[in-house]
């Protein structure tokens, strides 16, 4: 009869339609029933790699991050592109190299209203967003209408708390985000920026030592640095201001917990750039750009306690945010994106290389803090591949910390830059000339071998055909990213402006005799007369 054709022809095709669509709903209600995460950026200020307990380190004690990674991801081979505050945290904001972010390339900069952060986007795509302490910073960042932007989110700030040292700020990190949790409506997305000042300078000298850490703790001093209790003693002041950080820390995950949100929140935890030290901060060896990460988020990660390899950028940052959120379009309030979101890492198991074309990363930096002549900067571009750092010094004969007659103003005041400078004017010149002497125009270091990176192996016969392809592959990949380096017009980055006109032509203004503070370094810091 027609009834049993009918029955036998399209009653298997009627089964497999209704079997798609049941899959189809099931898709639908678990989409449905599961929320976006939330996503606590925890960034501190100034924190070198390999300084916490998940790295082996024993005189840094990080409880909390230690948490973080051995729940999550540890990442050994994490870079900031640019090693200094405020360019290091629009490459986070914005997921594309300093070079390619115009003003925001630069220190002290105007972010241009273009650039459009991750956070404008998920605010825009219904996150509540809130942040508390350090920001994107120094500089100014406002719309095209001159109103100051959010690019980090609502700021929360009211509660203080008495700081275990005297250089510690007072900011109740923790107890701020509680207050921004607690006015969170219920079932509403939120993204929050937490960021320390520490362990930013200055410190209270010796407070290391007063909170019972030991000079014998520390197993390794950078052989660019004198080994003795001096050096010694400003590194355990600095461990002070990591703890702090990571107290905090501690403290945000129990909020979490407590209120039941911790497993369904995307944390990372991370520094901006290297320790405020002599050829570290604001330079581009392993110590400048290398940085600590670990990431959490078992709703979205595959397995735990995992220690990957792969070479991972600050880039990279805001396309995870966003894909974790679900946000497809990030047009017209952000830029297309350079980085490449970290869930090929995330839907592994695996530990070690994840990724096998995740084997680079590449650096640099314009210009920092002011103190050379013509509002100049030191152009550097390097990349960092395999066990090896290649740099590319653009200006050769400047001075790479700055001008030593304006005060090496590229290098935060410390004890171990007086120890330094001092040993020079007392006819020393060997630690000197490693964190503040001039260099040559092609560097070249094995970090396996020499993570201090102070044998230059750029001479070397045996690493010239080394040498030759990493410029290539650098240079290659910084003309497709459209680097105004890489086609004569470099000195855009210098022609920028100040987020203040205070700054601008600092170097002539102080050799007319006006005085303009620069209290991040001491007056003894200015060298009494040129020395070139």
Not at 84 to 106: D, H
Not at 192 to 202: A, D, I, K, L, Q
Request: net charge positive.
């Amino acid at each position: 009869s027609i009834g049993k054709f009918i029955r036998a022809r399209y009653q298997p095709r009627m089964r497999s339609t209704f079997r798609f669509l049941a899959v189809v709903f099931l898709l639908v209600q678990f989409a449905k029933a599961t929320p976006r995460p939330n996503i606590l950026f925890a960034i501190a200020d100034d924190w070198g790699f390999g300084h916490a307990g998940a790295y082996g380190c024993k005189w840094v004690k990080t409880p909390a991050f230690d948490r973080v990674a051995r729940e999550g991801i540890l990442f050994t081979r994490a870079y900031t592109p640019n090693a200094k505050c405020a360019p290091s945290r629009a490459i986070i904001l914005t997921g594309r190299y300093s070079w390619q972010l115009e003003e925001a390339a630069n220190h002290q900069n105007i972010f241009p209203s273009k650039f459009g952060s991750y956070v404008e986007v998920l605010a825009a795509n219904g996150y509540i967003t809130g942040y508390t302490g350090k920001g994107w910073g120094p500089g100014a960042a406002n719309d095209a209408t001159g109103k100051r932007r959010d690019i980090t989110g609502k700021r929360w700030s009211a509660k203080k708390l008495k700081p275990p040292a005297r250089a510690i700020s007072n900011n109740d990190y923790s107890g701020n985000f509680a207050d921004f949790l607690a006015g969170t409506p219920e079932g509403k997305p939120w993204c929050f920026w937490f960021g320390t000042s520490e362990p930013h300078r200055g410190y209270e000298k010796g407070v290391g030592l007063r909170m019972g850490k030991k000079f014998s703790d520390i197993d390794h001093v950078p052989t660019f640095w004198p080994d003795n209790a001096e050096t010694r003693g400003d590194m355990l002041d600095y461990a002070v201001e990591v703890e702090h950080y990571d107290m905090h820390l501690g403290r945000i995950l129990a909020v979490l917990e407590k209120a039941g949100q911790l497993d369904n929140t995307l944390i990372v935890a991370t520094s901006d750039h290297g320790m405020p030290f002599p050829r570290c901060k604001g330079q581009a060896y392993d110590y400048s750009n290398h940085i600590p990460l670990a990431i959490r988020w078992p709703k979205g990660i595959q397995g735990r306690n995992r220690t990957v390899v792969d070479f991972v950028n600050f880039t990279d940052l805001a396309p995870t945010f966003l894909q974790a959120a679900g946000v497809k379009k990030v047009a017209p309030i952000m830029q297309p994106m350079s980085g490449r979101s970290l869930f090929d890492i995330f839907g592994s198991p695996k530990s070690g290389q994840v990724i096998a074309s995740r084997d680079h990363v590449l650096l640099g930096k314009e210009r920092h803090d002011v103190g050379r002549p013509n509002n100049w900067g030191y152009p550097i571009r390097g990349i960092r591949k395999g066990d090896h750092l290649y740099l590319h010094n653009f200006e050769p004969s400047r001075w790479p910390a700055g001008n030593p007659e304006t005060g090496y103003l590229n290098c935060d005041a410390s004890p171990i830059k007086t120890l330094l400078l001092n040993q020079r004017r007392g006819g020393d010149y060997k630690y000197w000339q490693l964190n503040f002497g001039k260099r040559p125009a092609e560097e070249l270091f094995n970090v396996k071998t020499d993570r201090d990176c102070v044998k230059d192996l750029a001479d070397t016969k045996a690493q010239a055909a080394l040498k030759a392809s990493l410029k290539k592959q650098l240079f290659a990949e910084l003309k497709k990213q459209g680097d105004p380096r890489m086609f004569g017009q470099g000195d855009v980055f210098e022609k920028y402006g100040f987020a203040s006109d205070m700054w601008d032509q600092f170097y002539e203004k102080y050799q007319r005799g006006e005085k303009i503070r620069t209290g991040w370094v001491k007056p003894s810091d200015y060298e009494k007369e040129k020395l070139d």
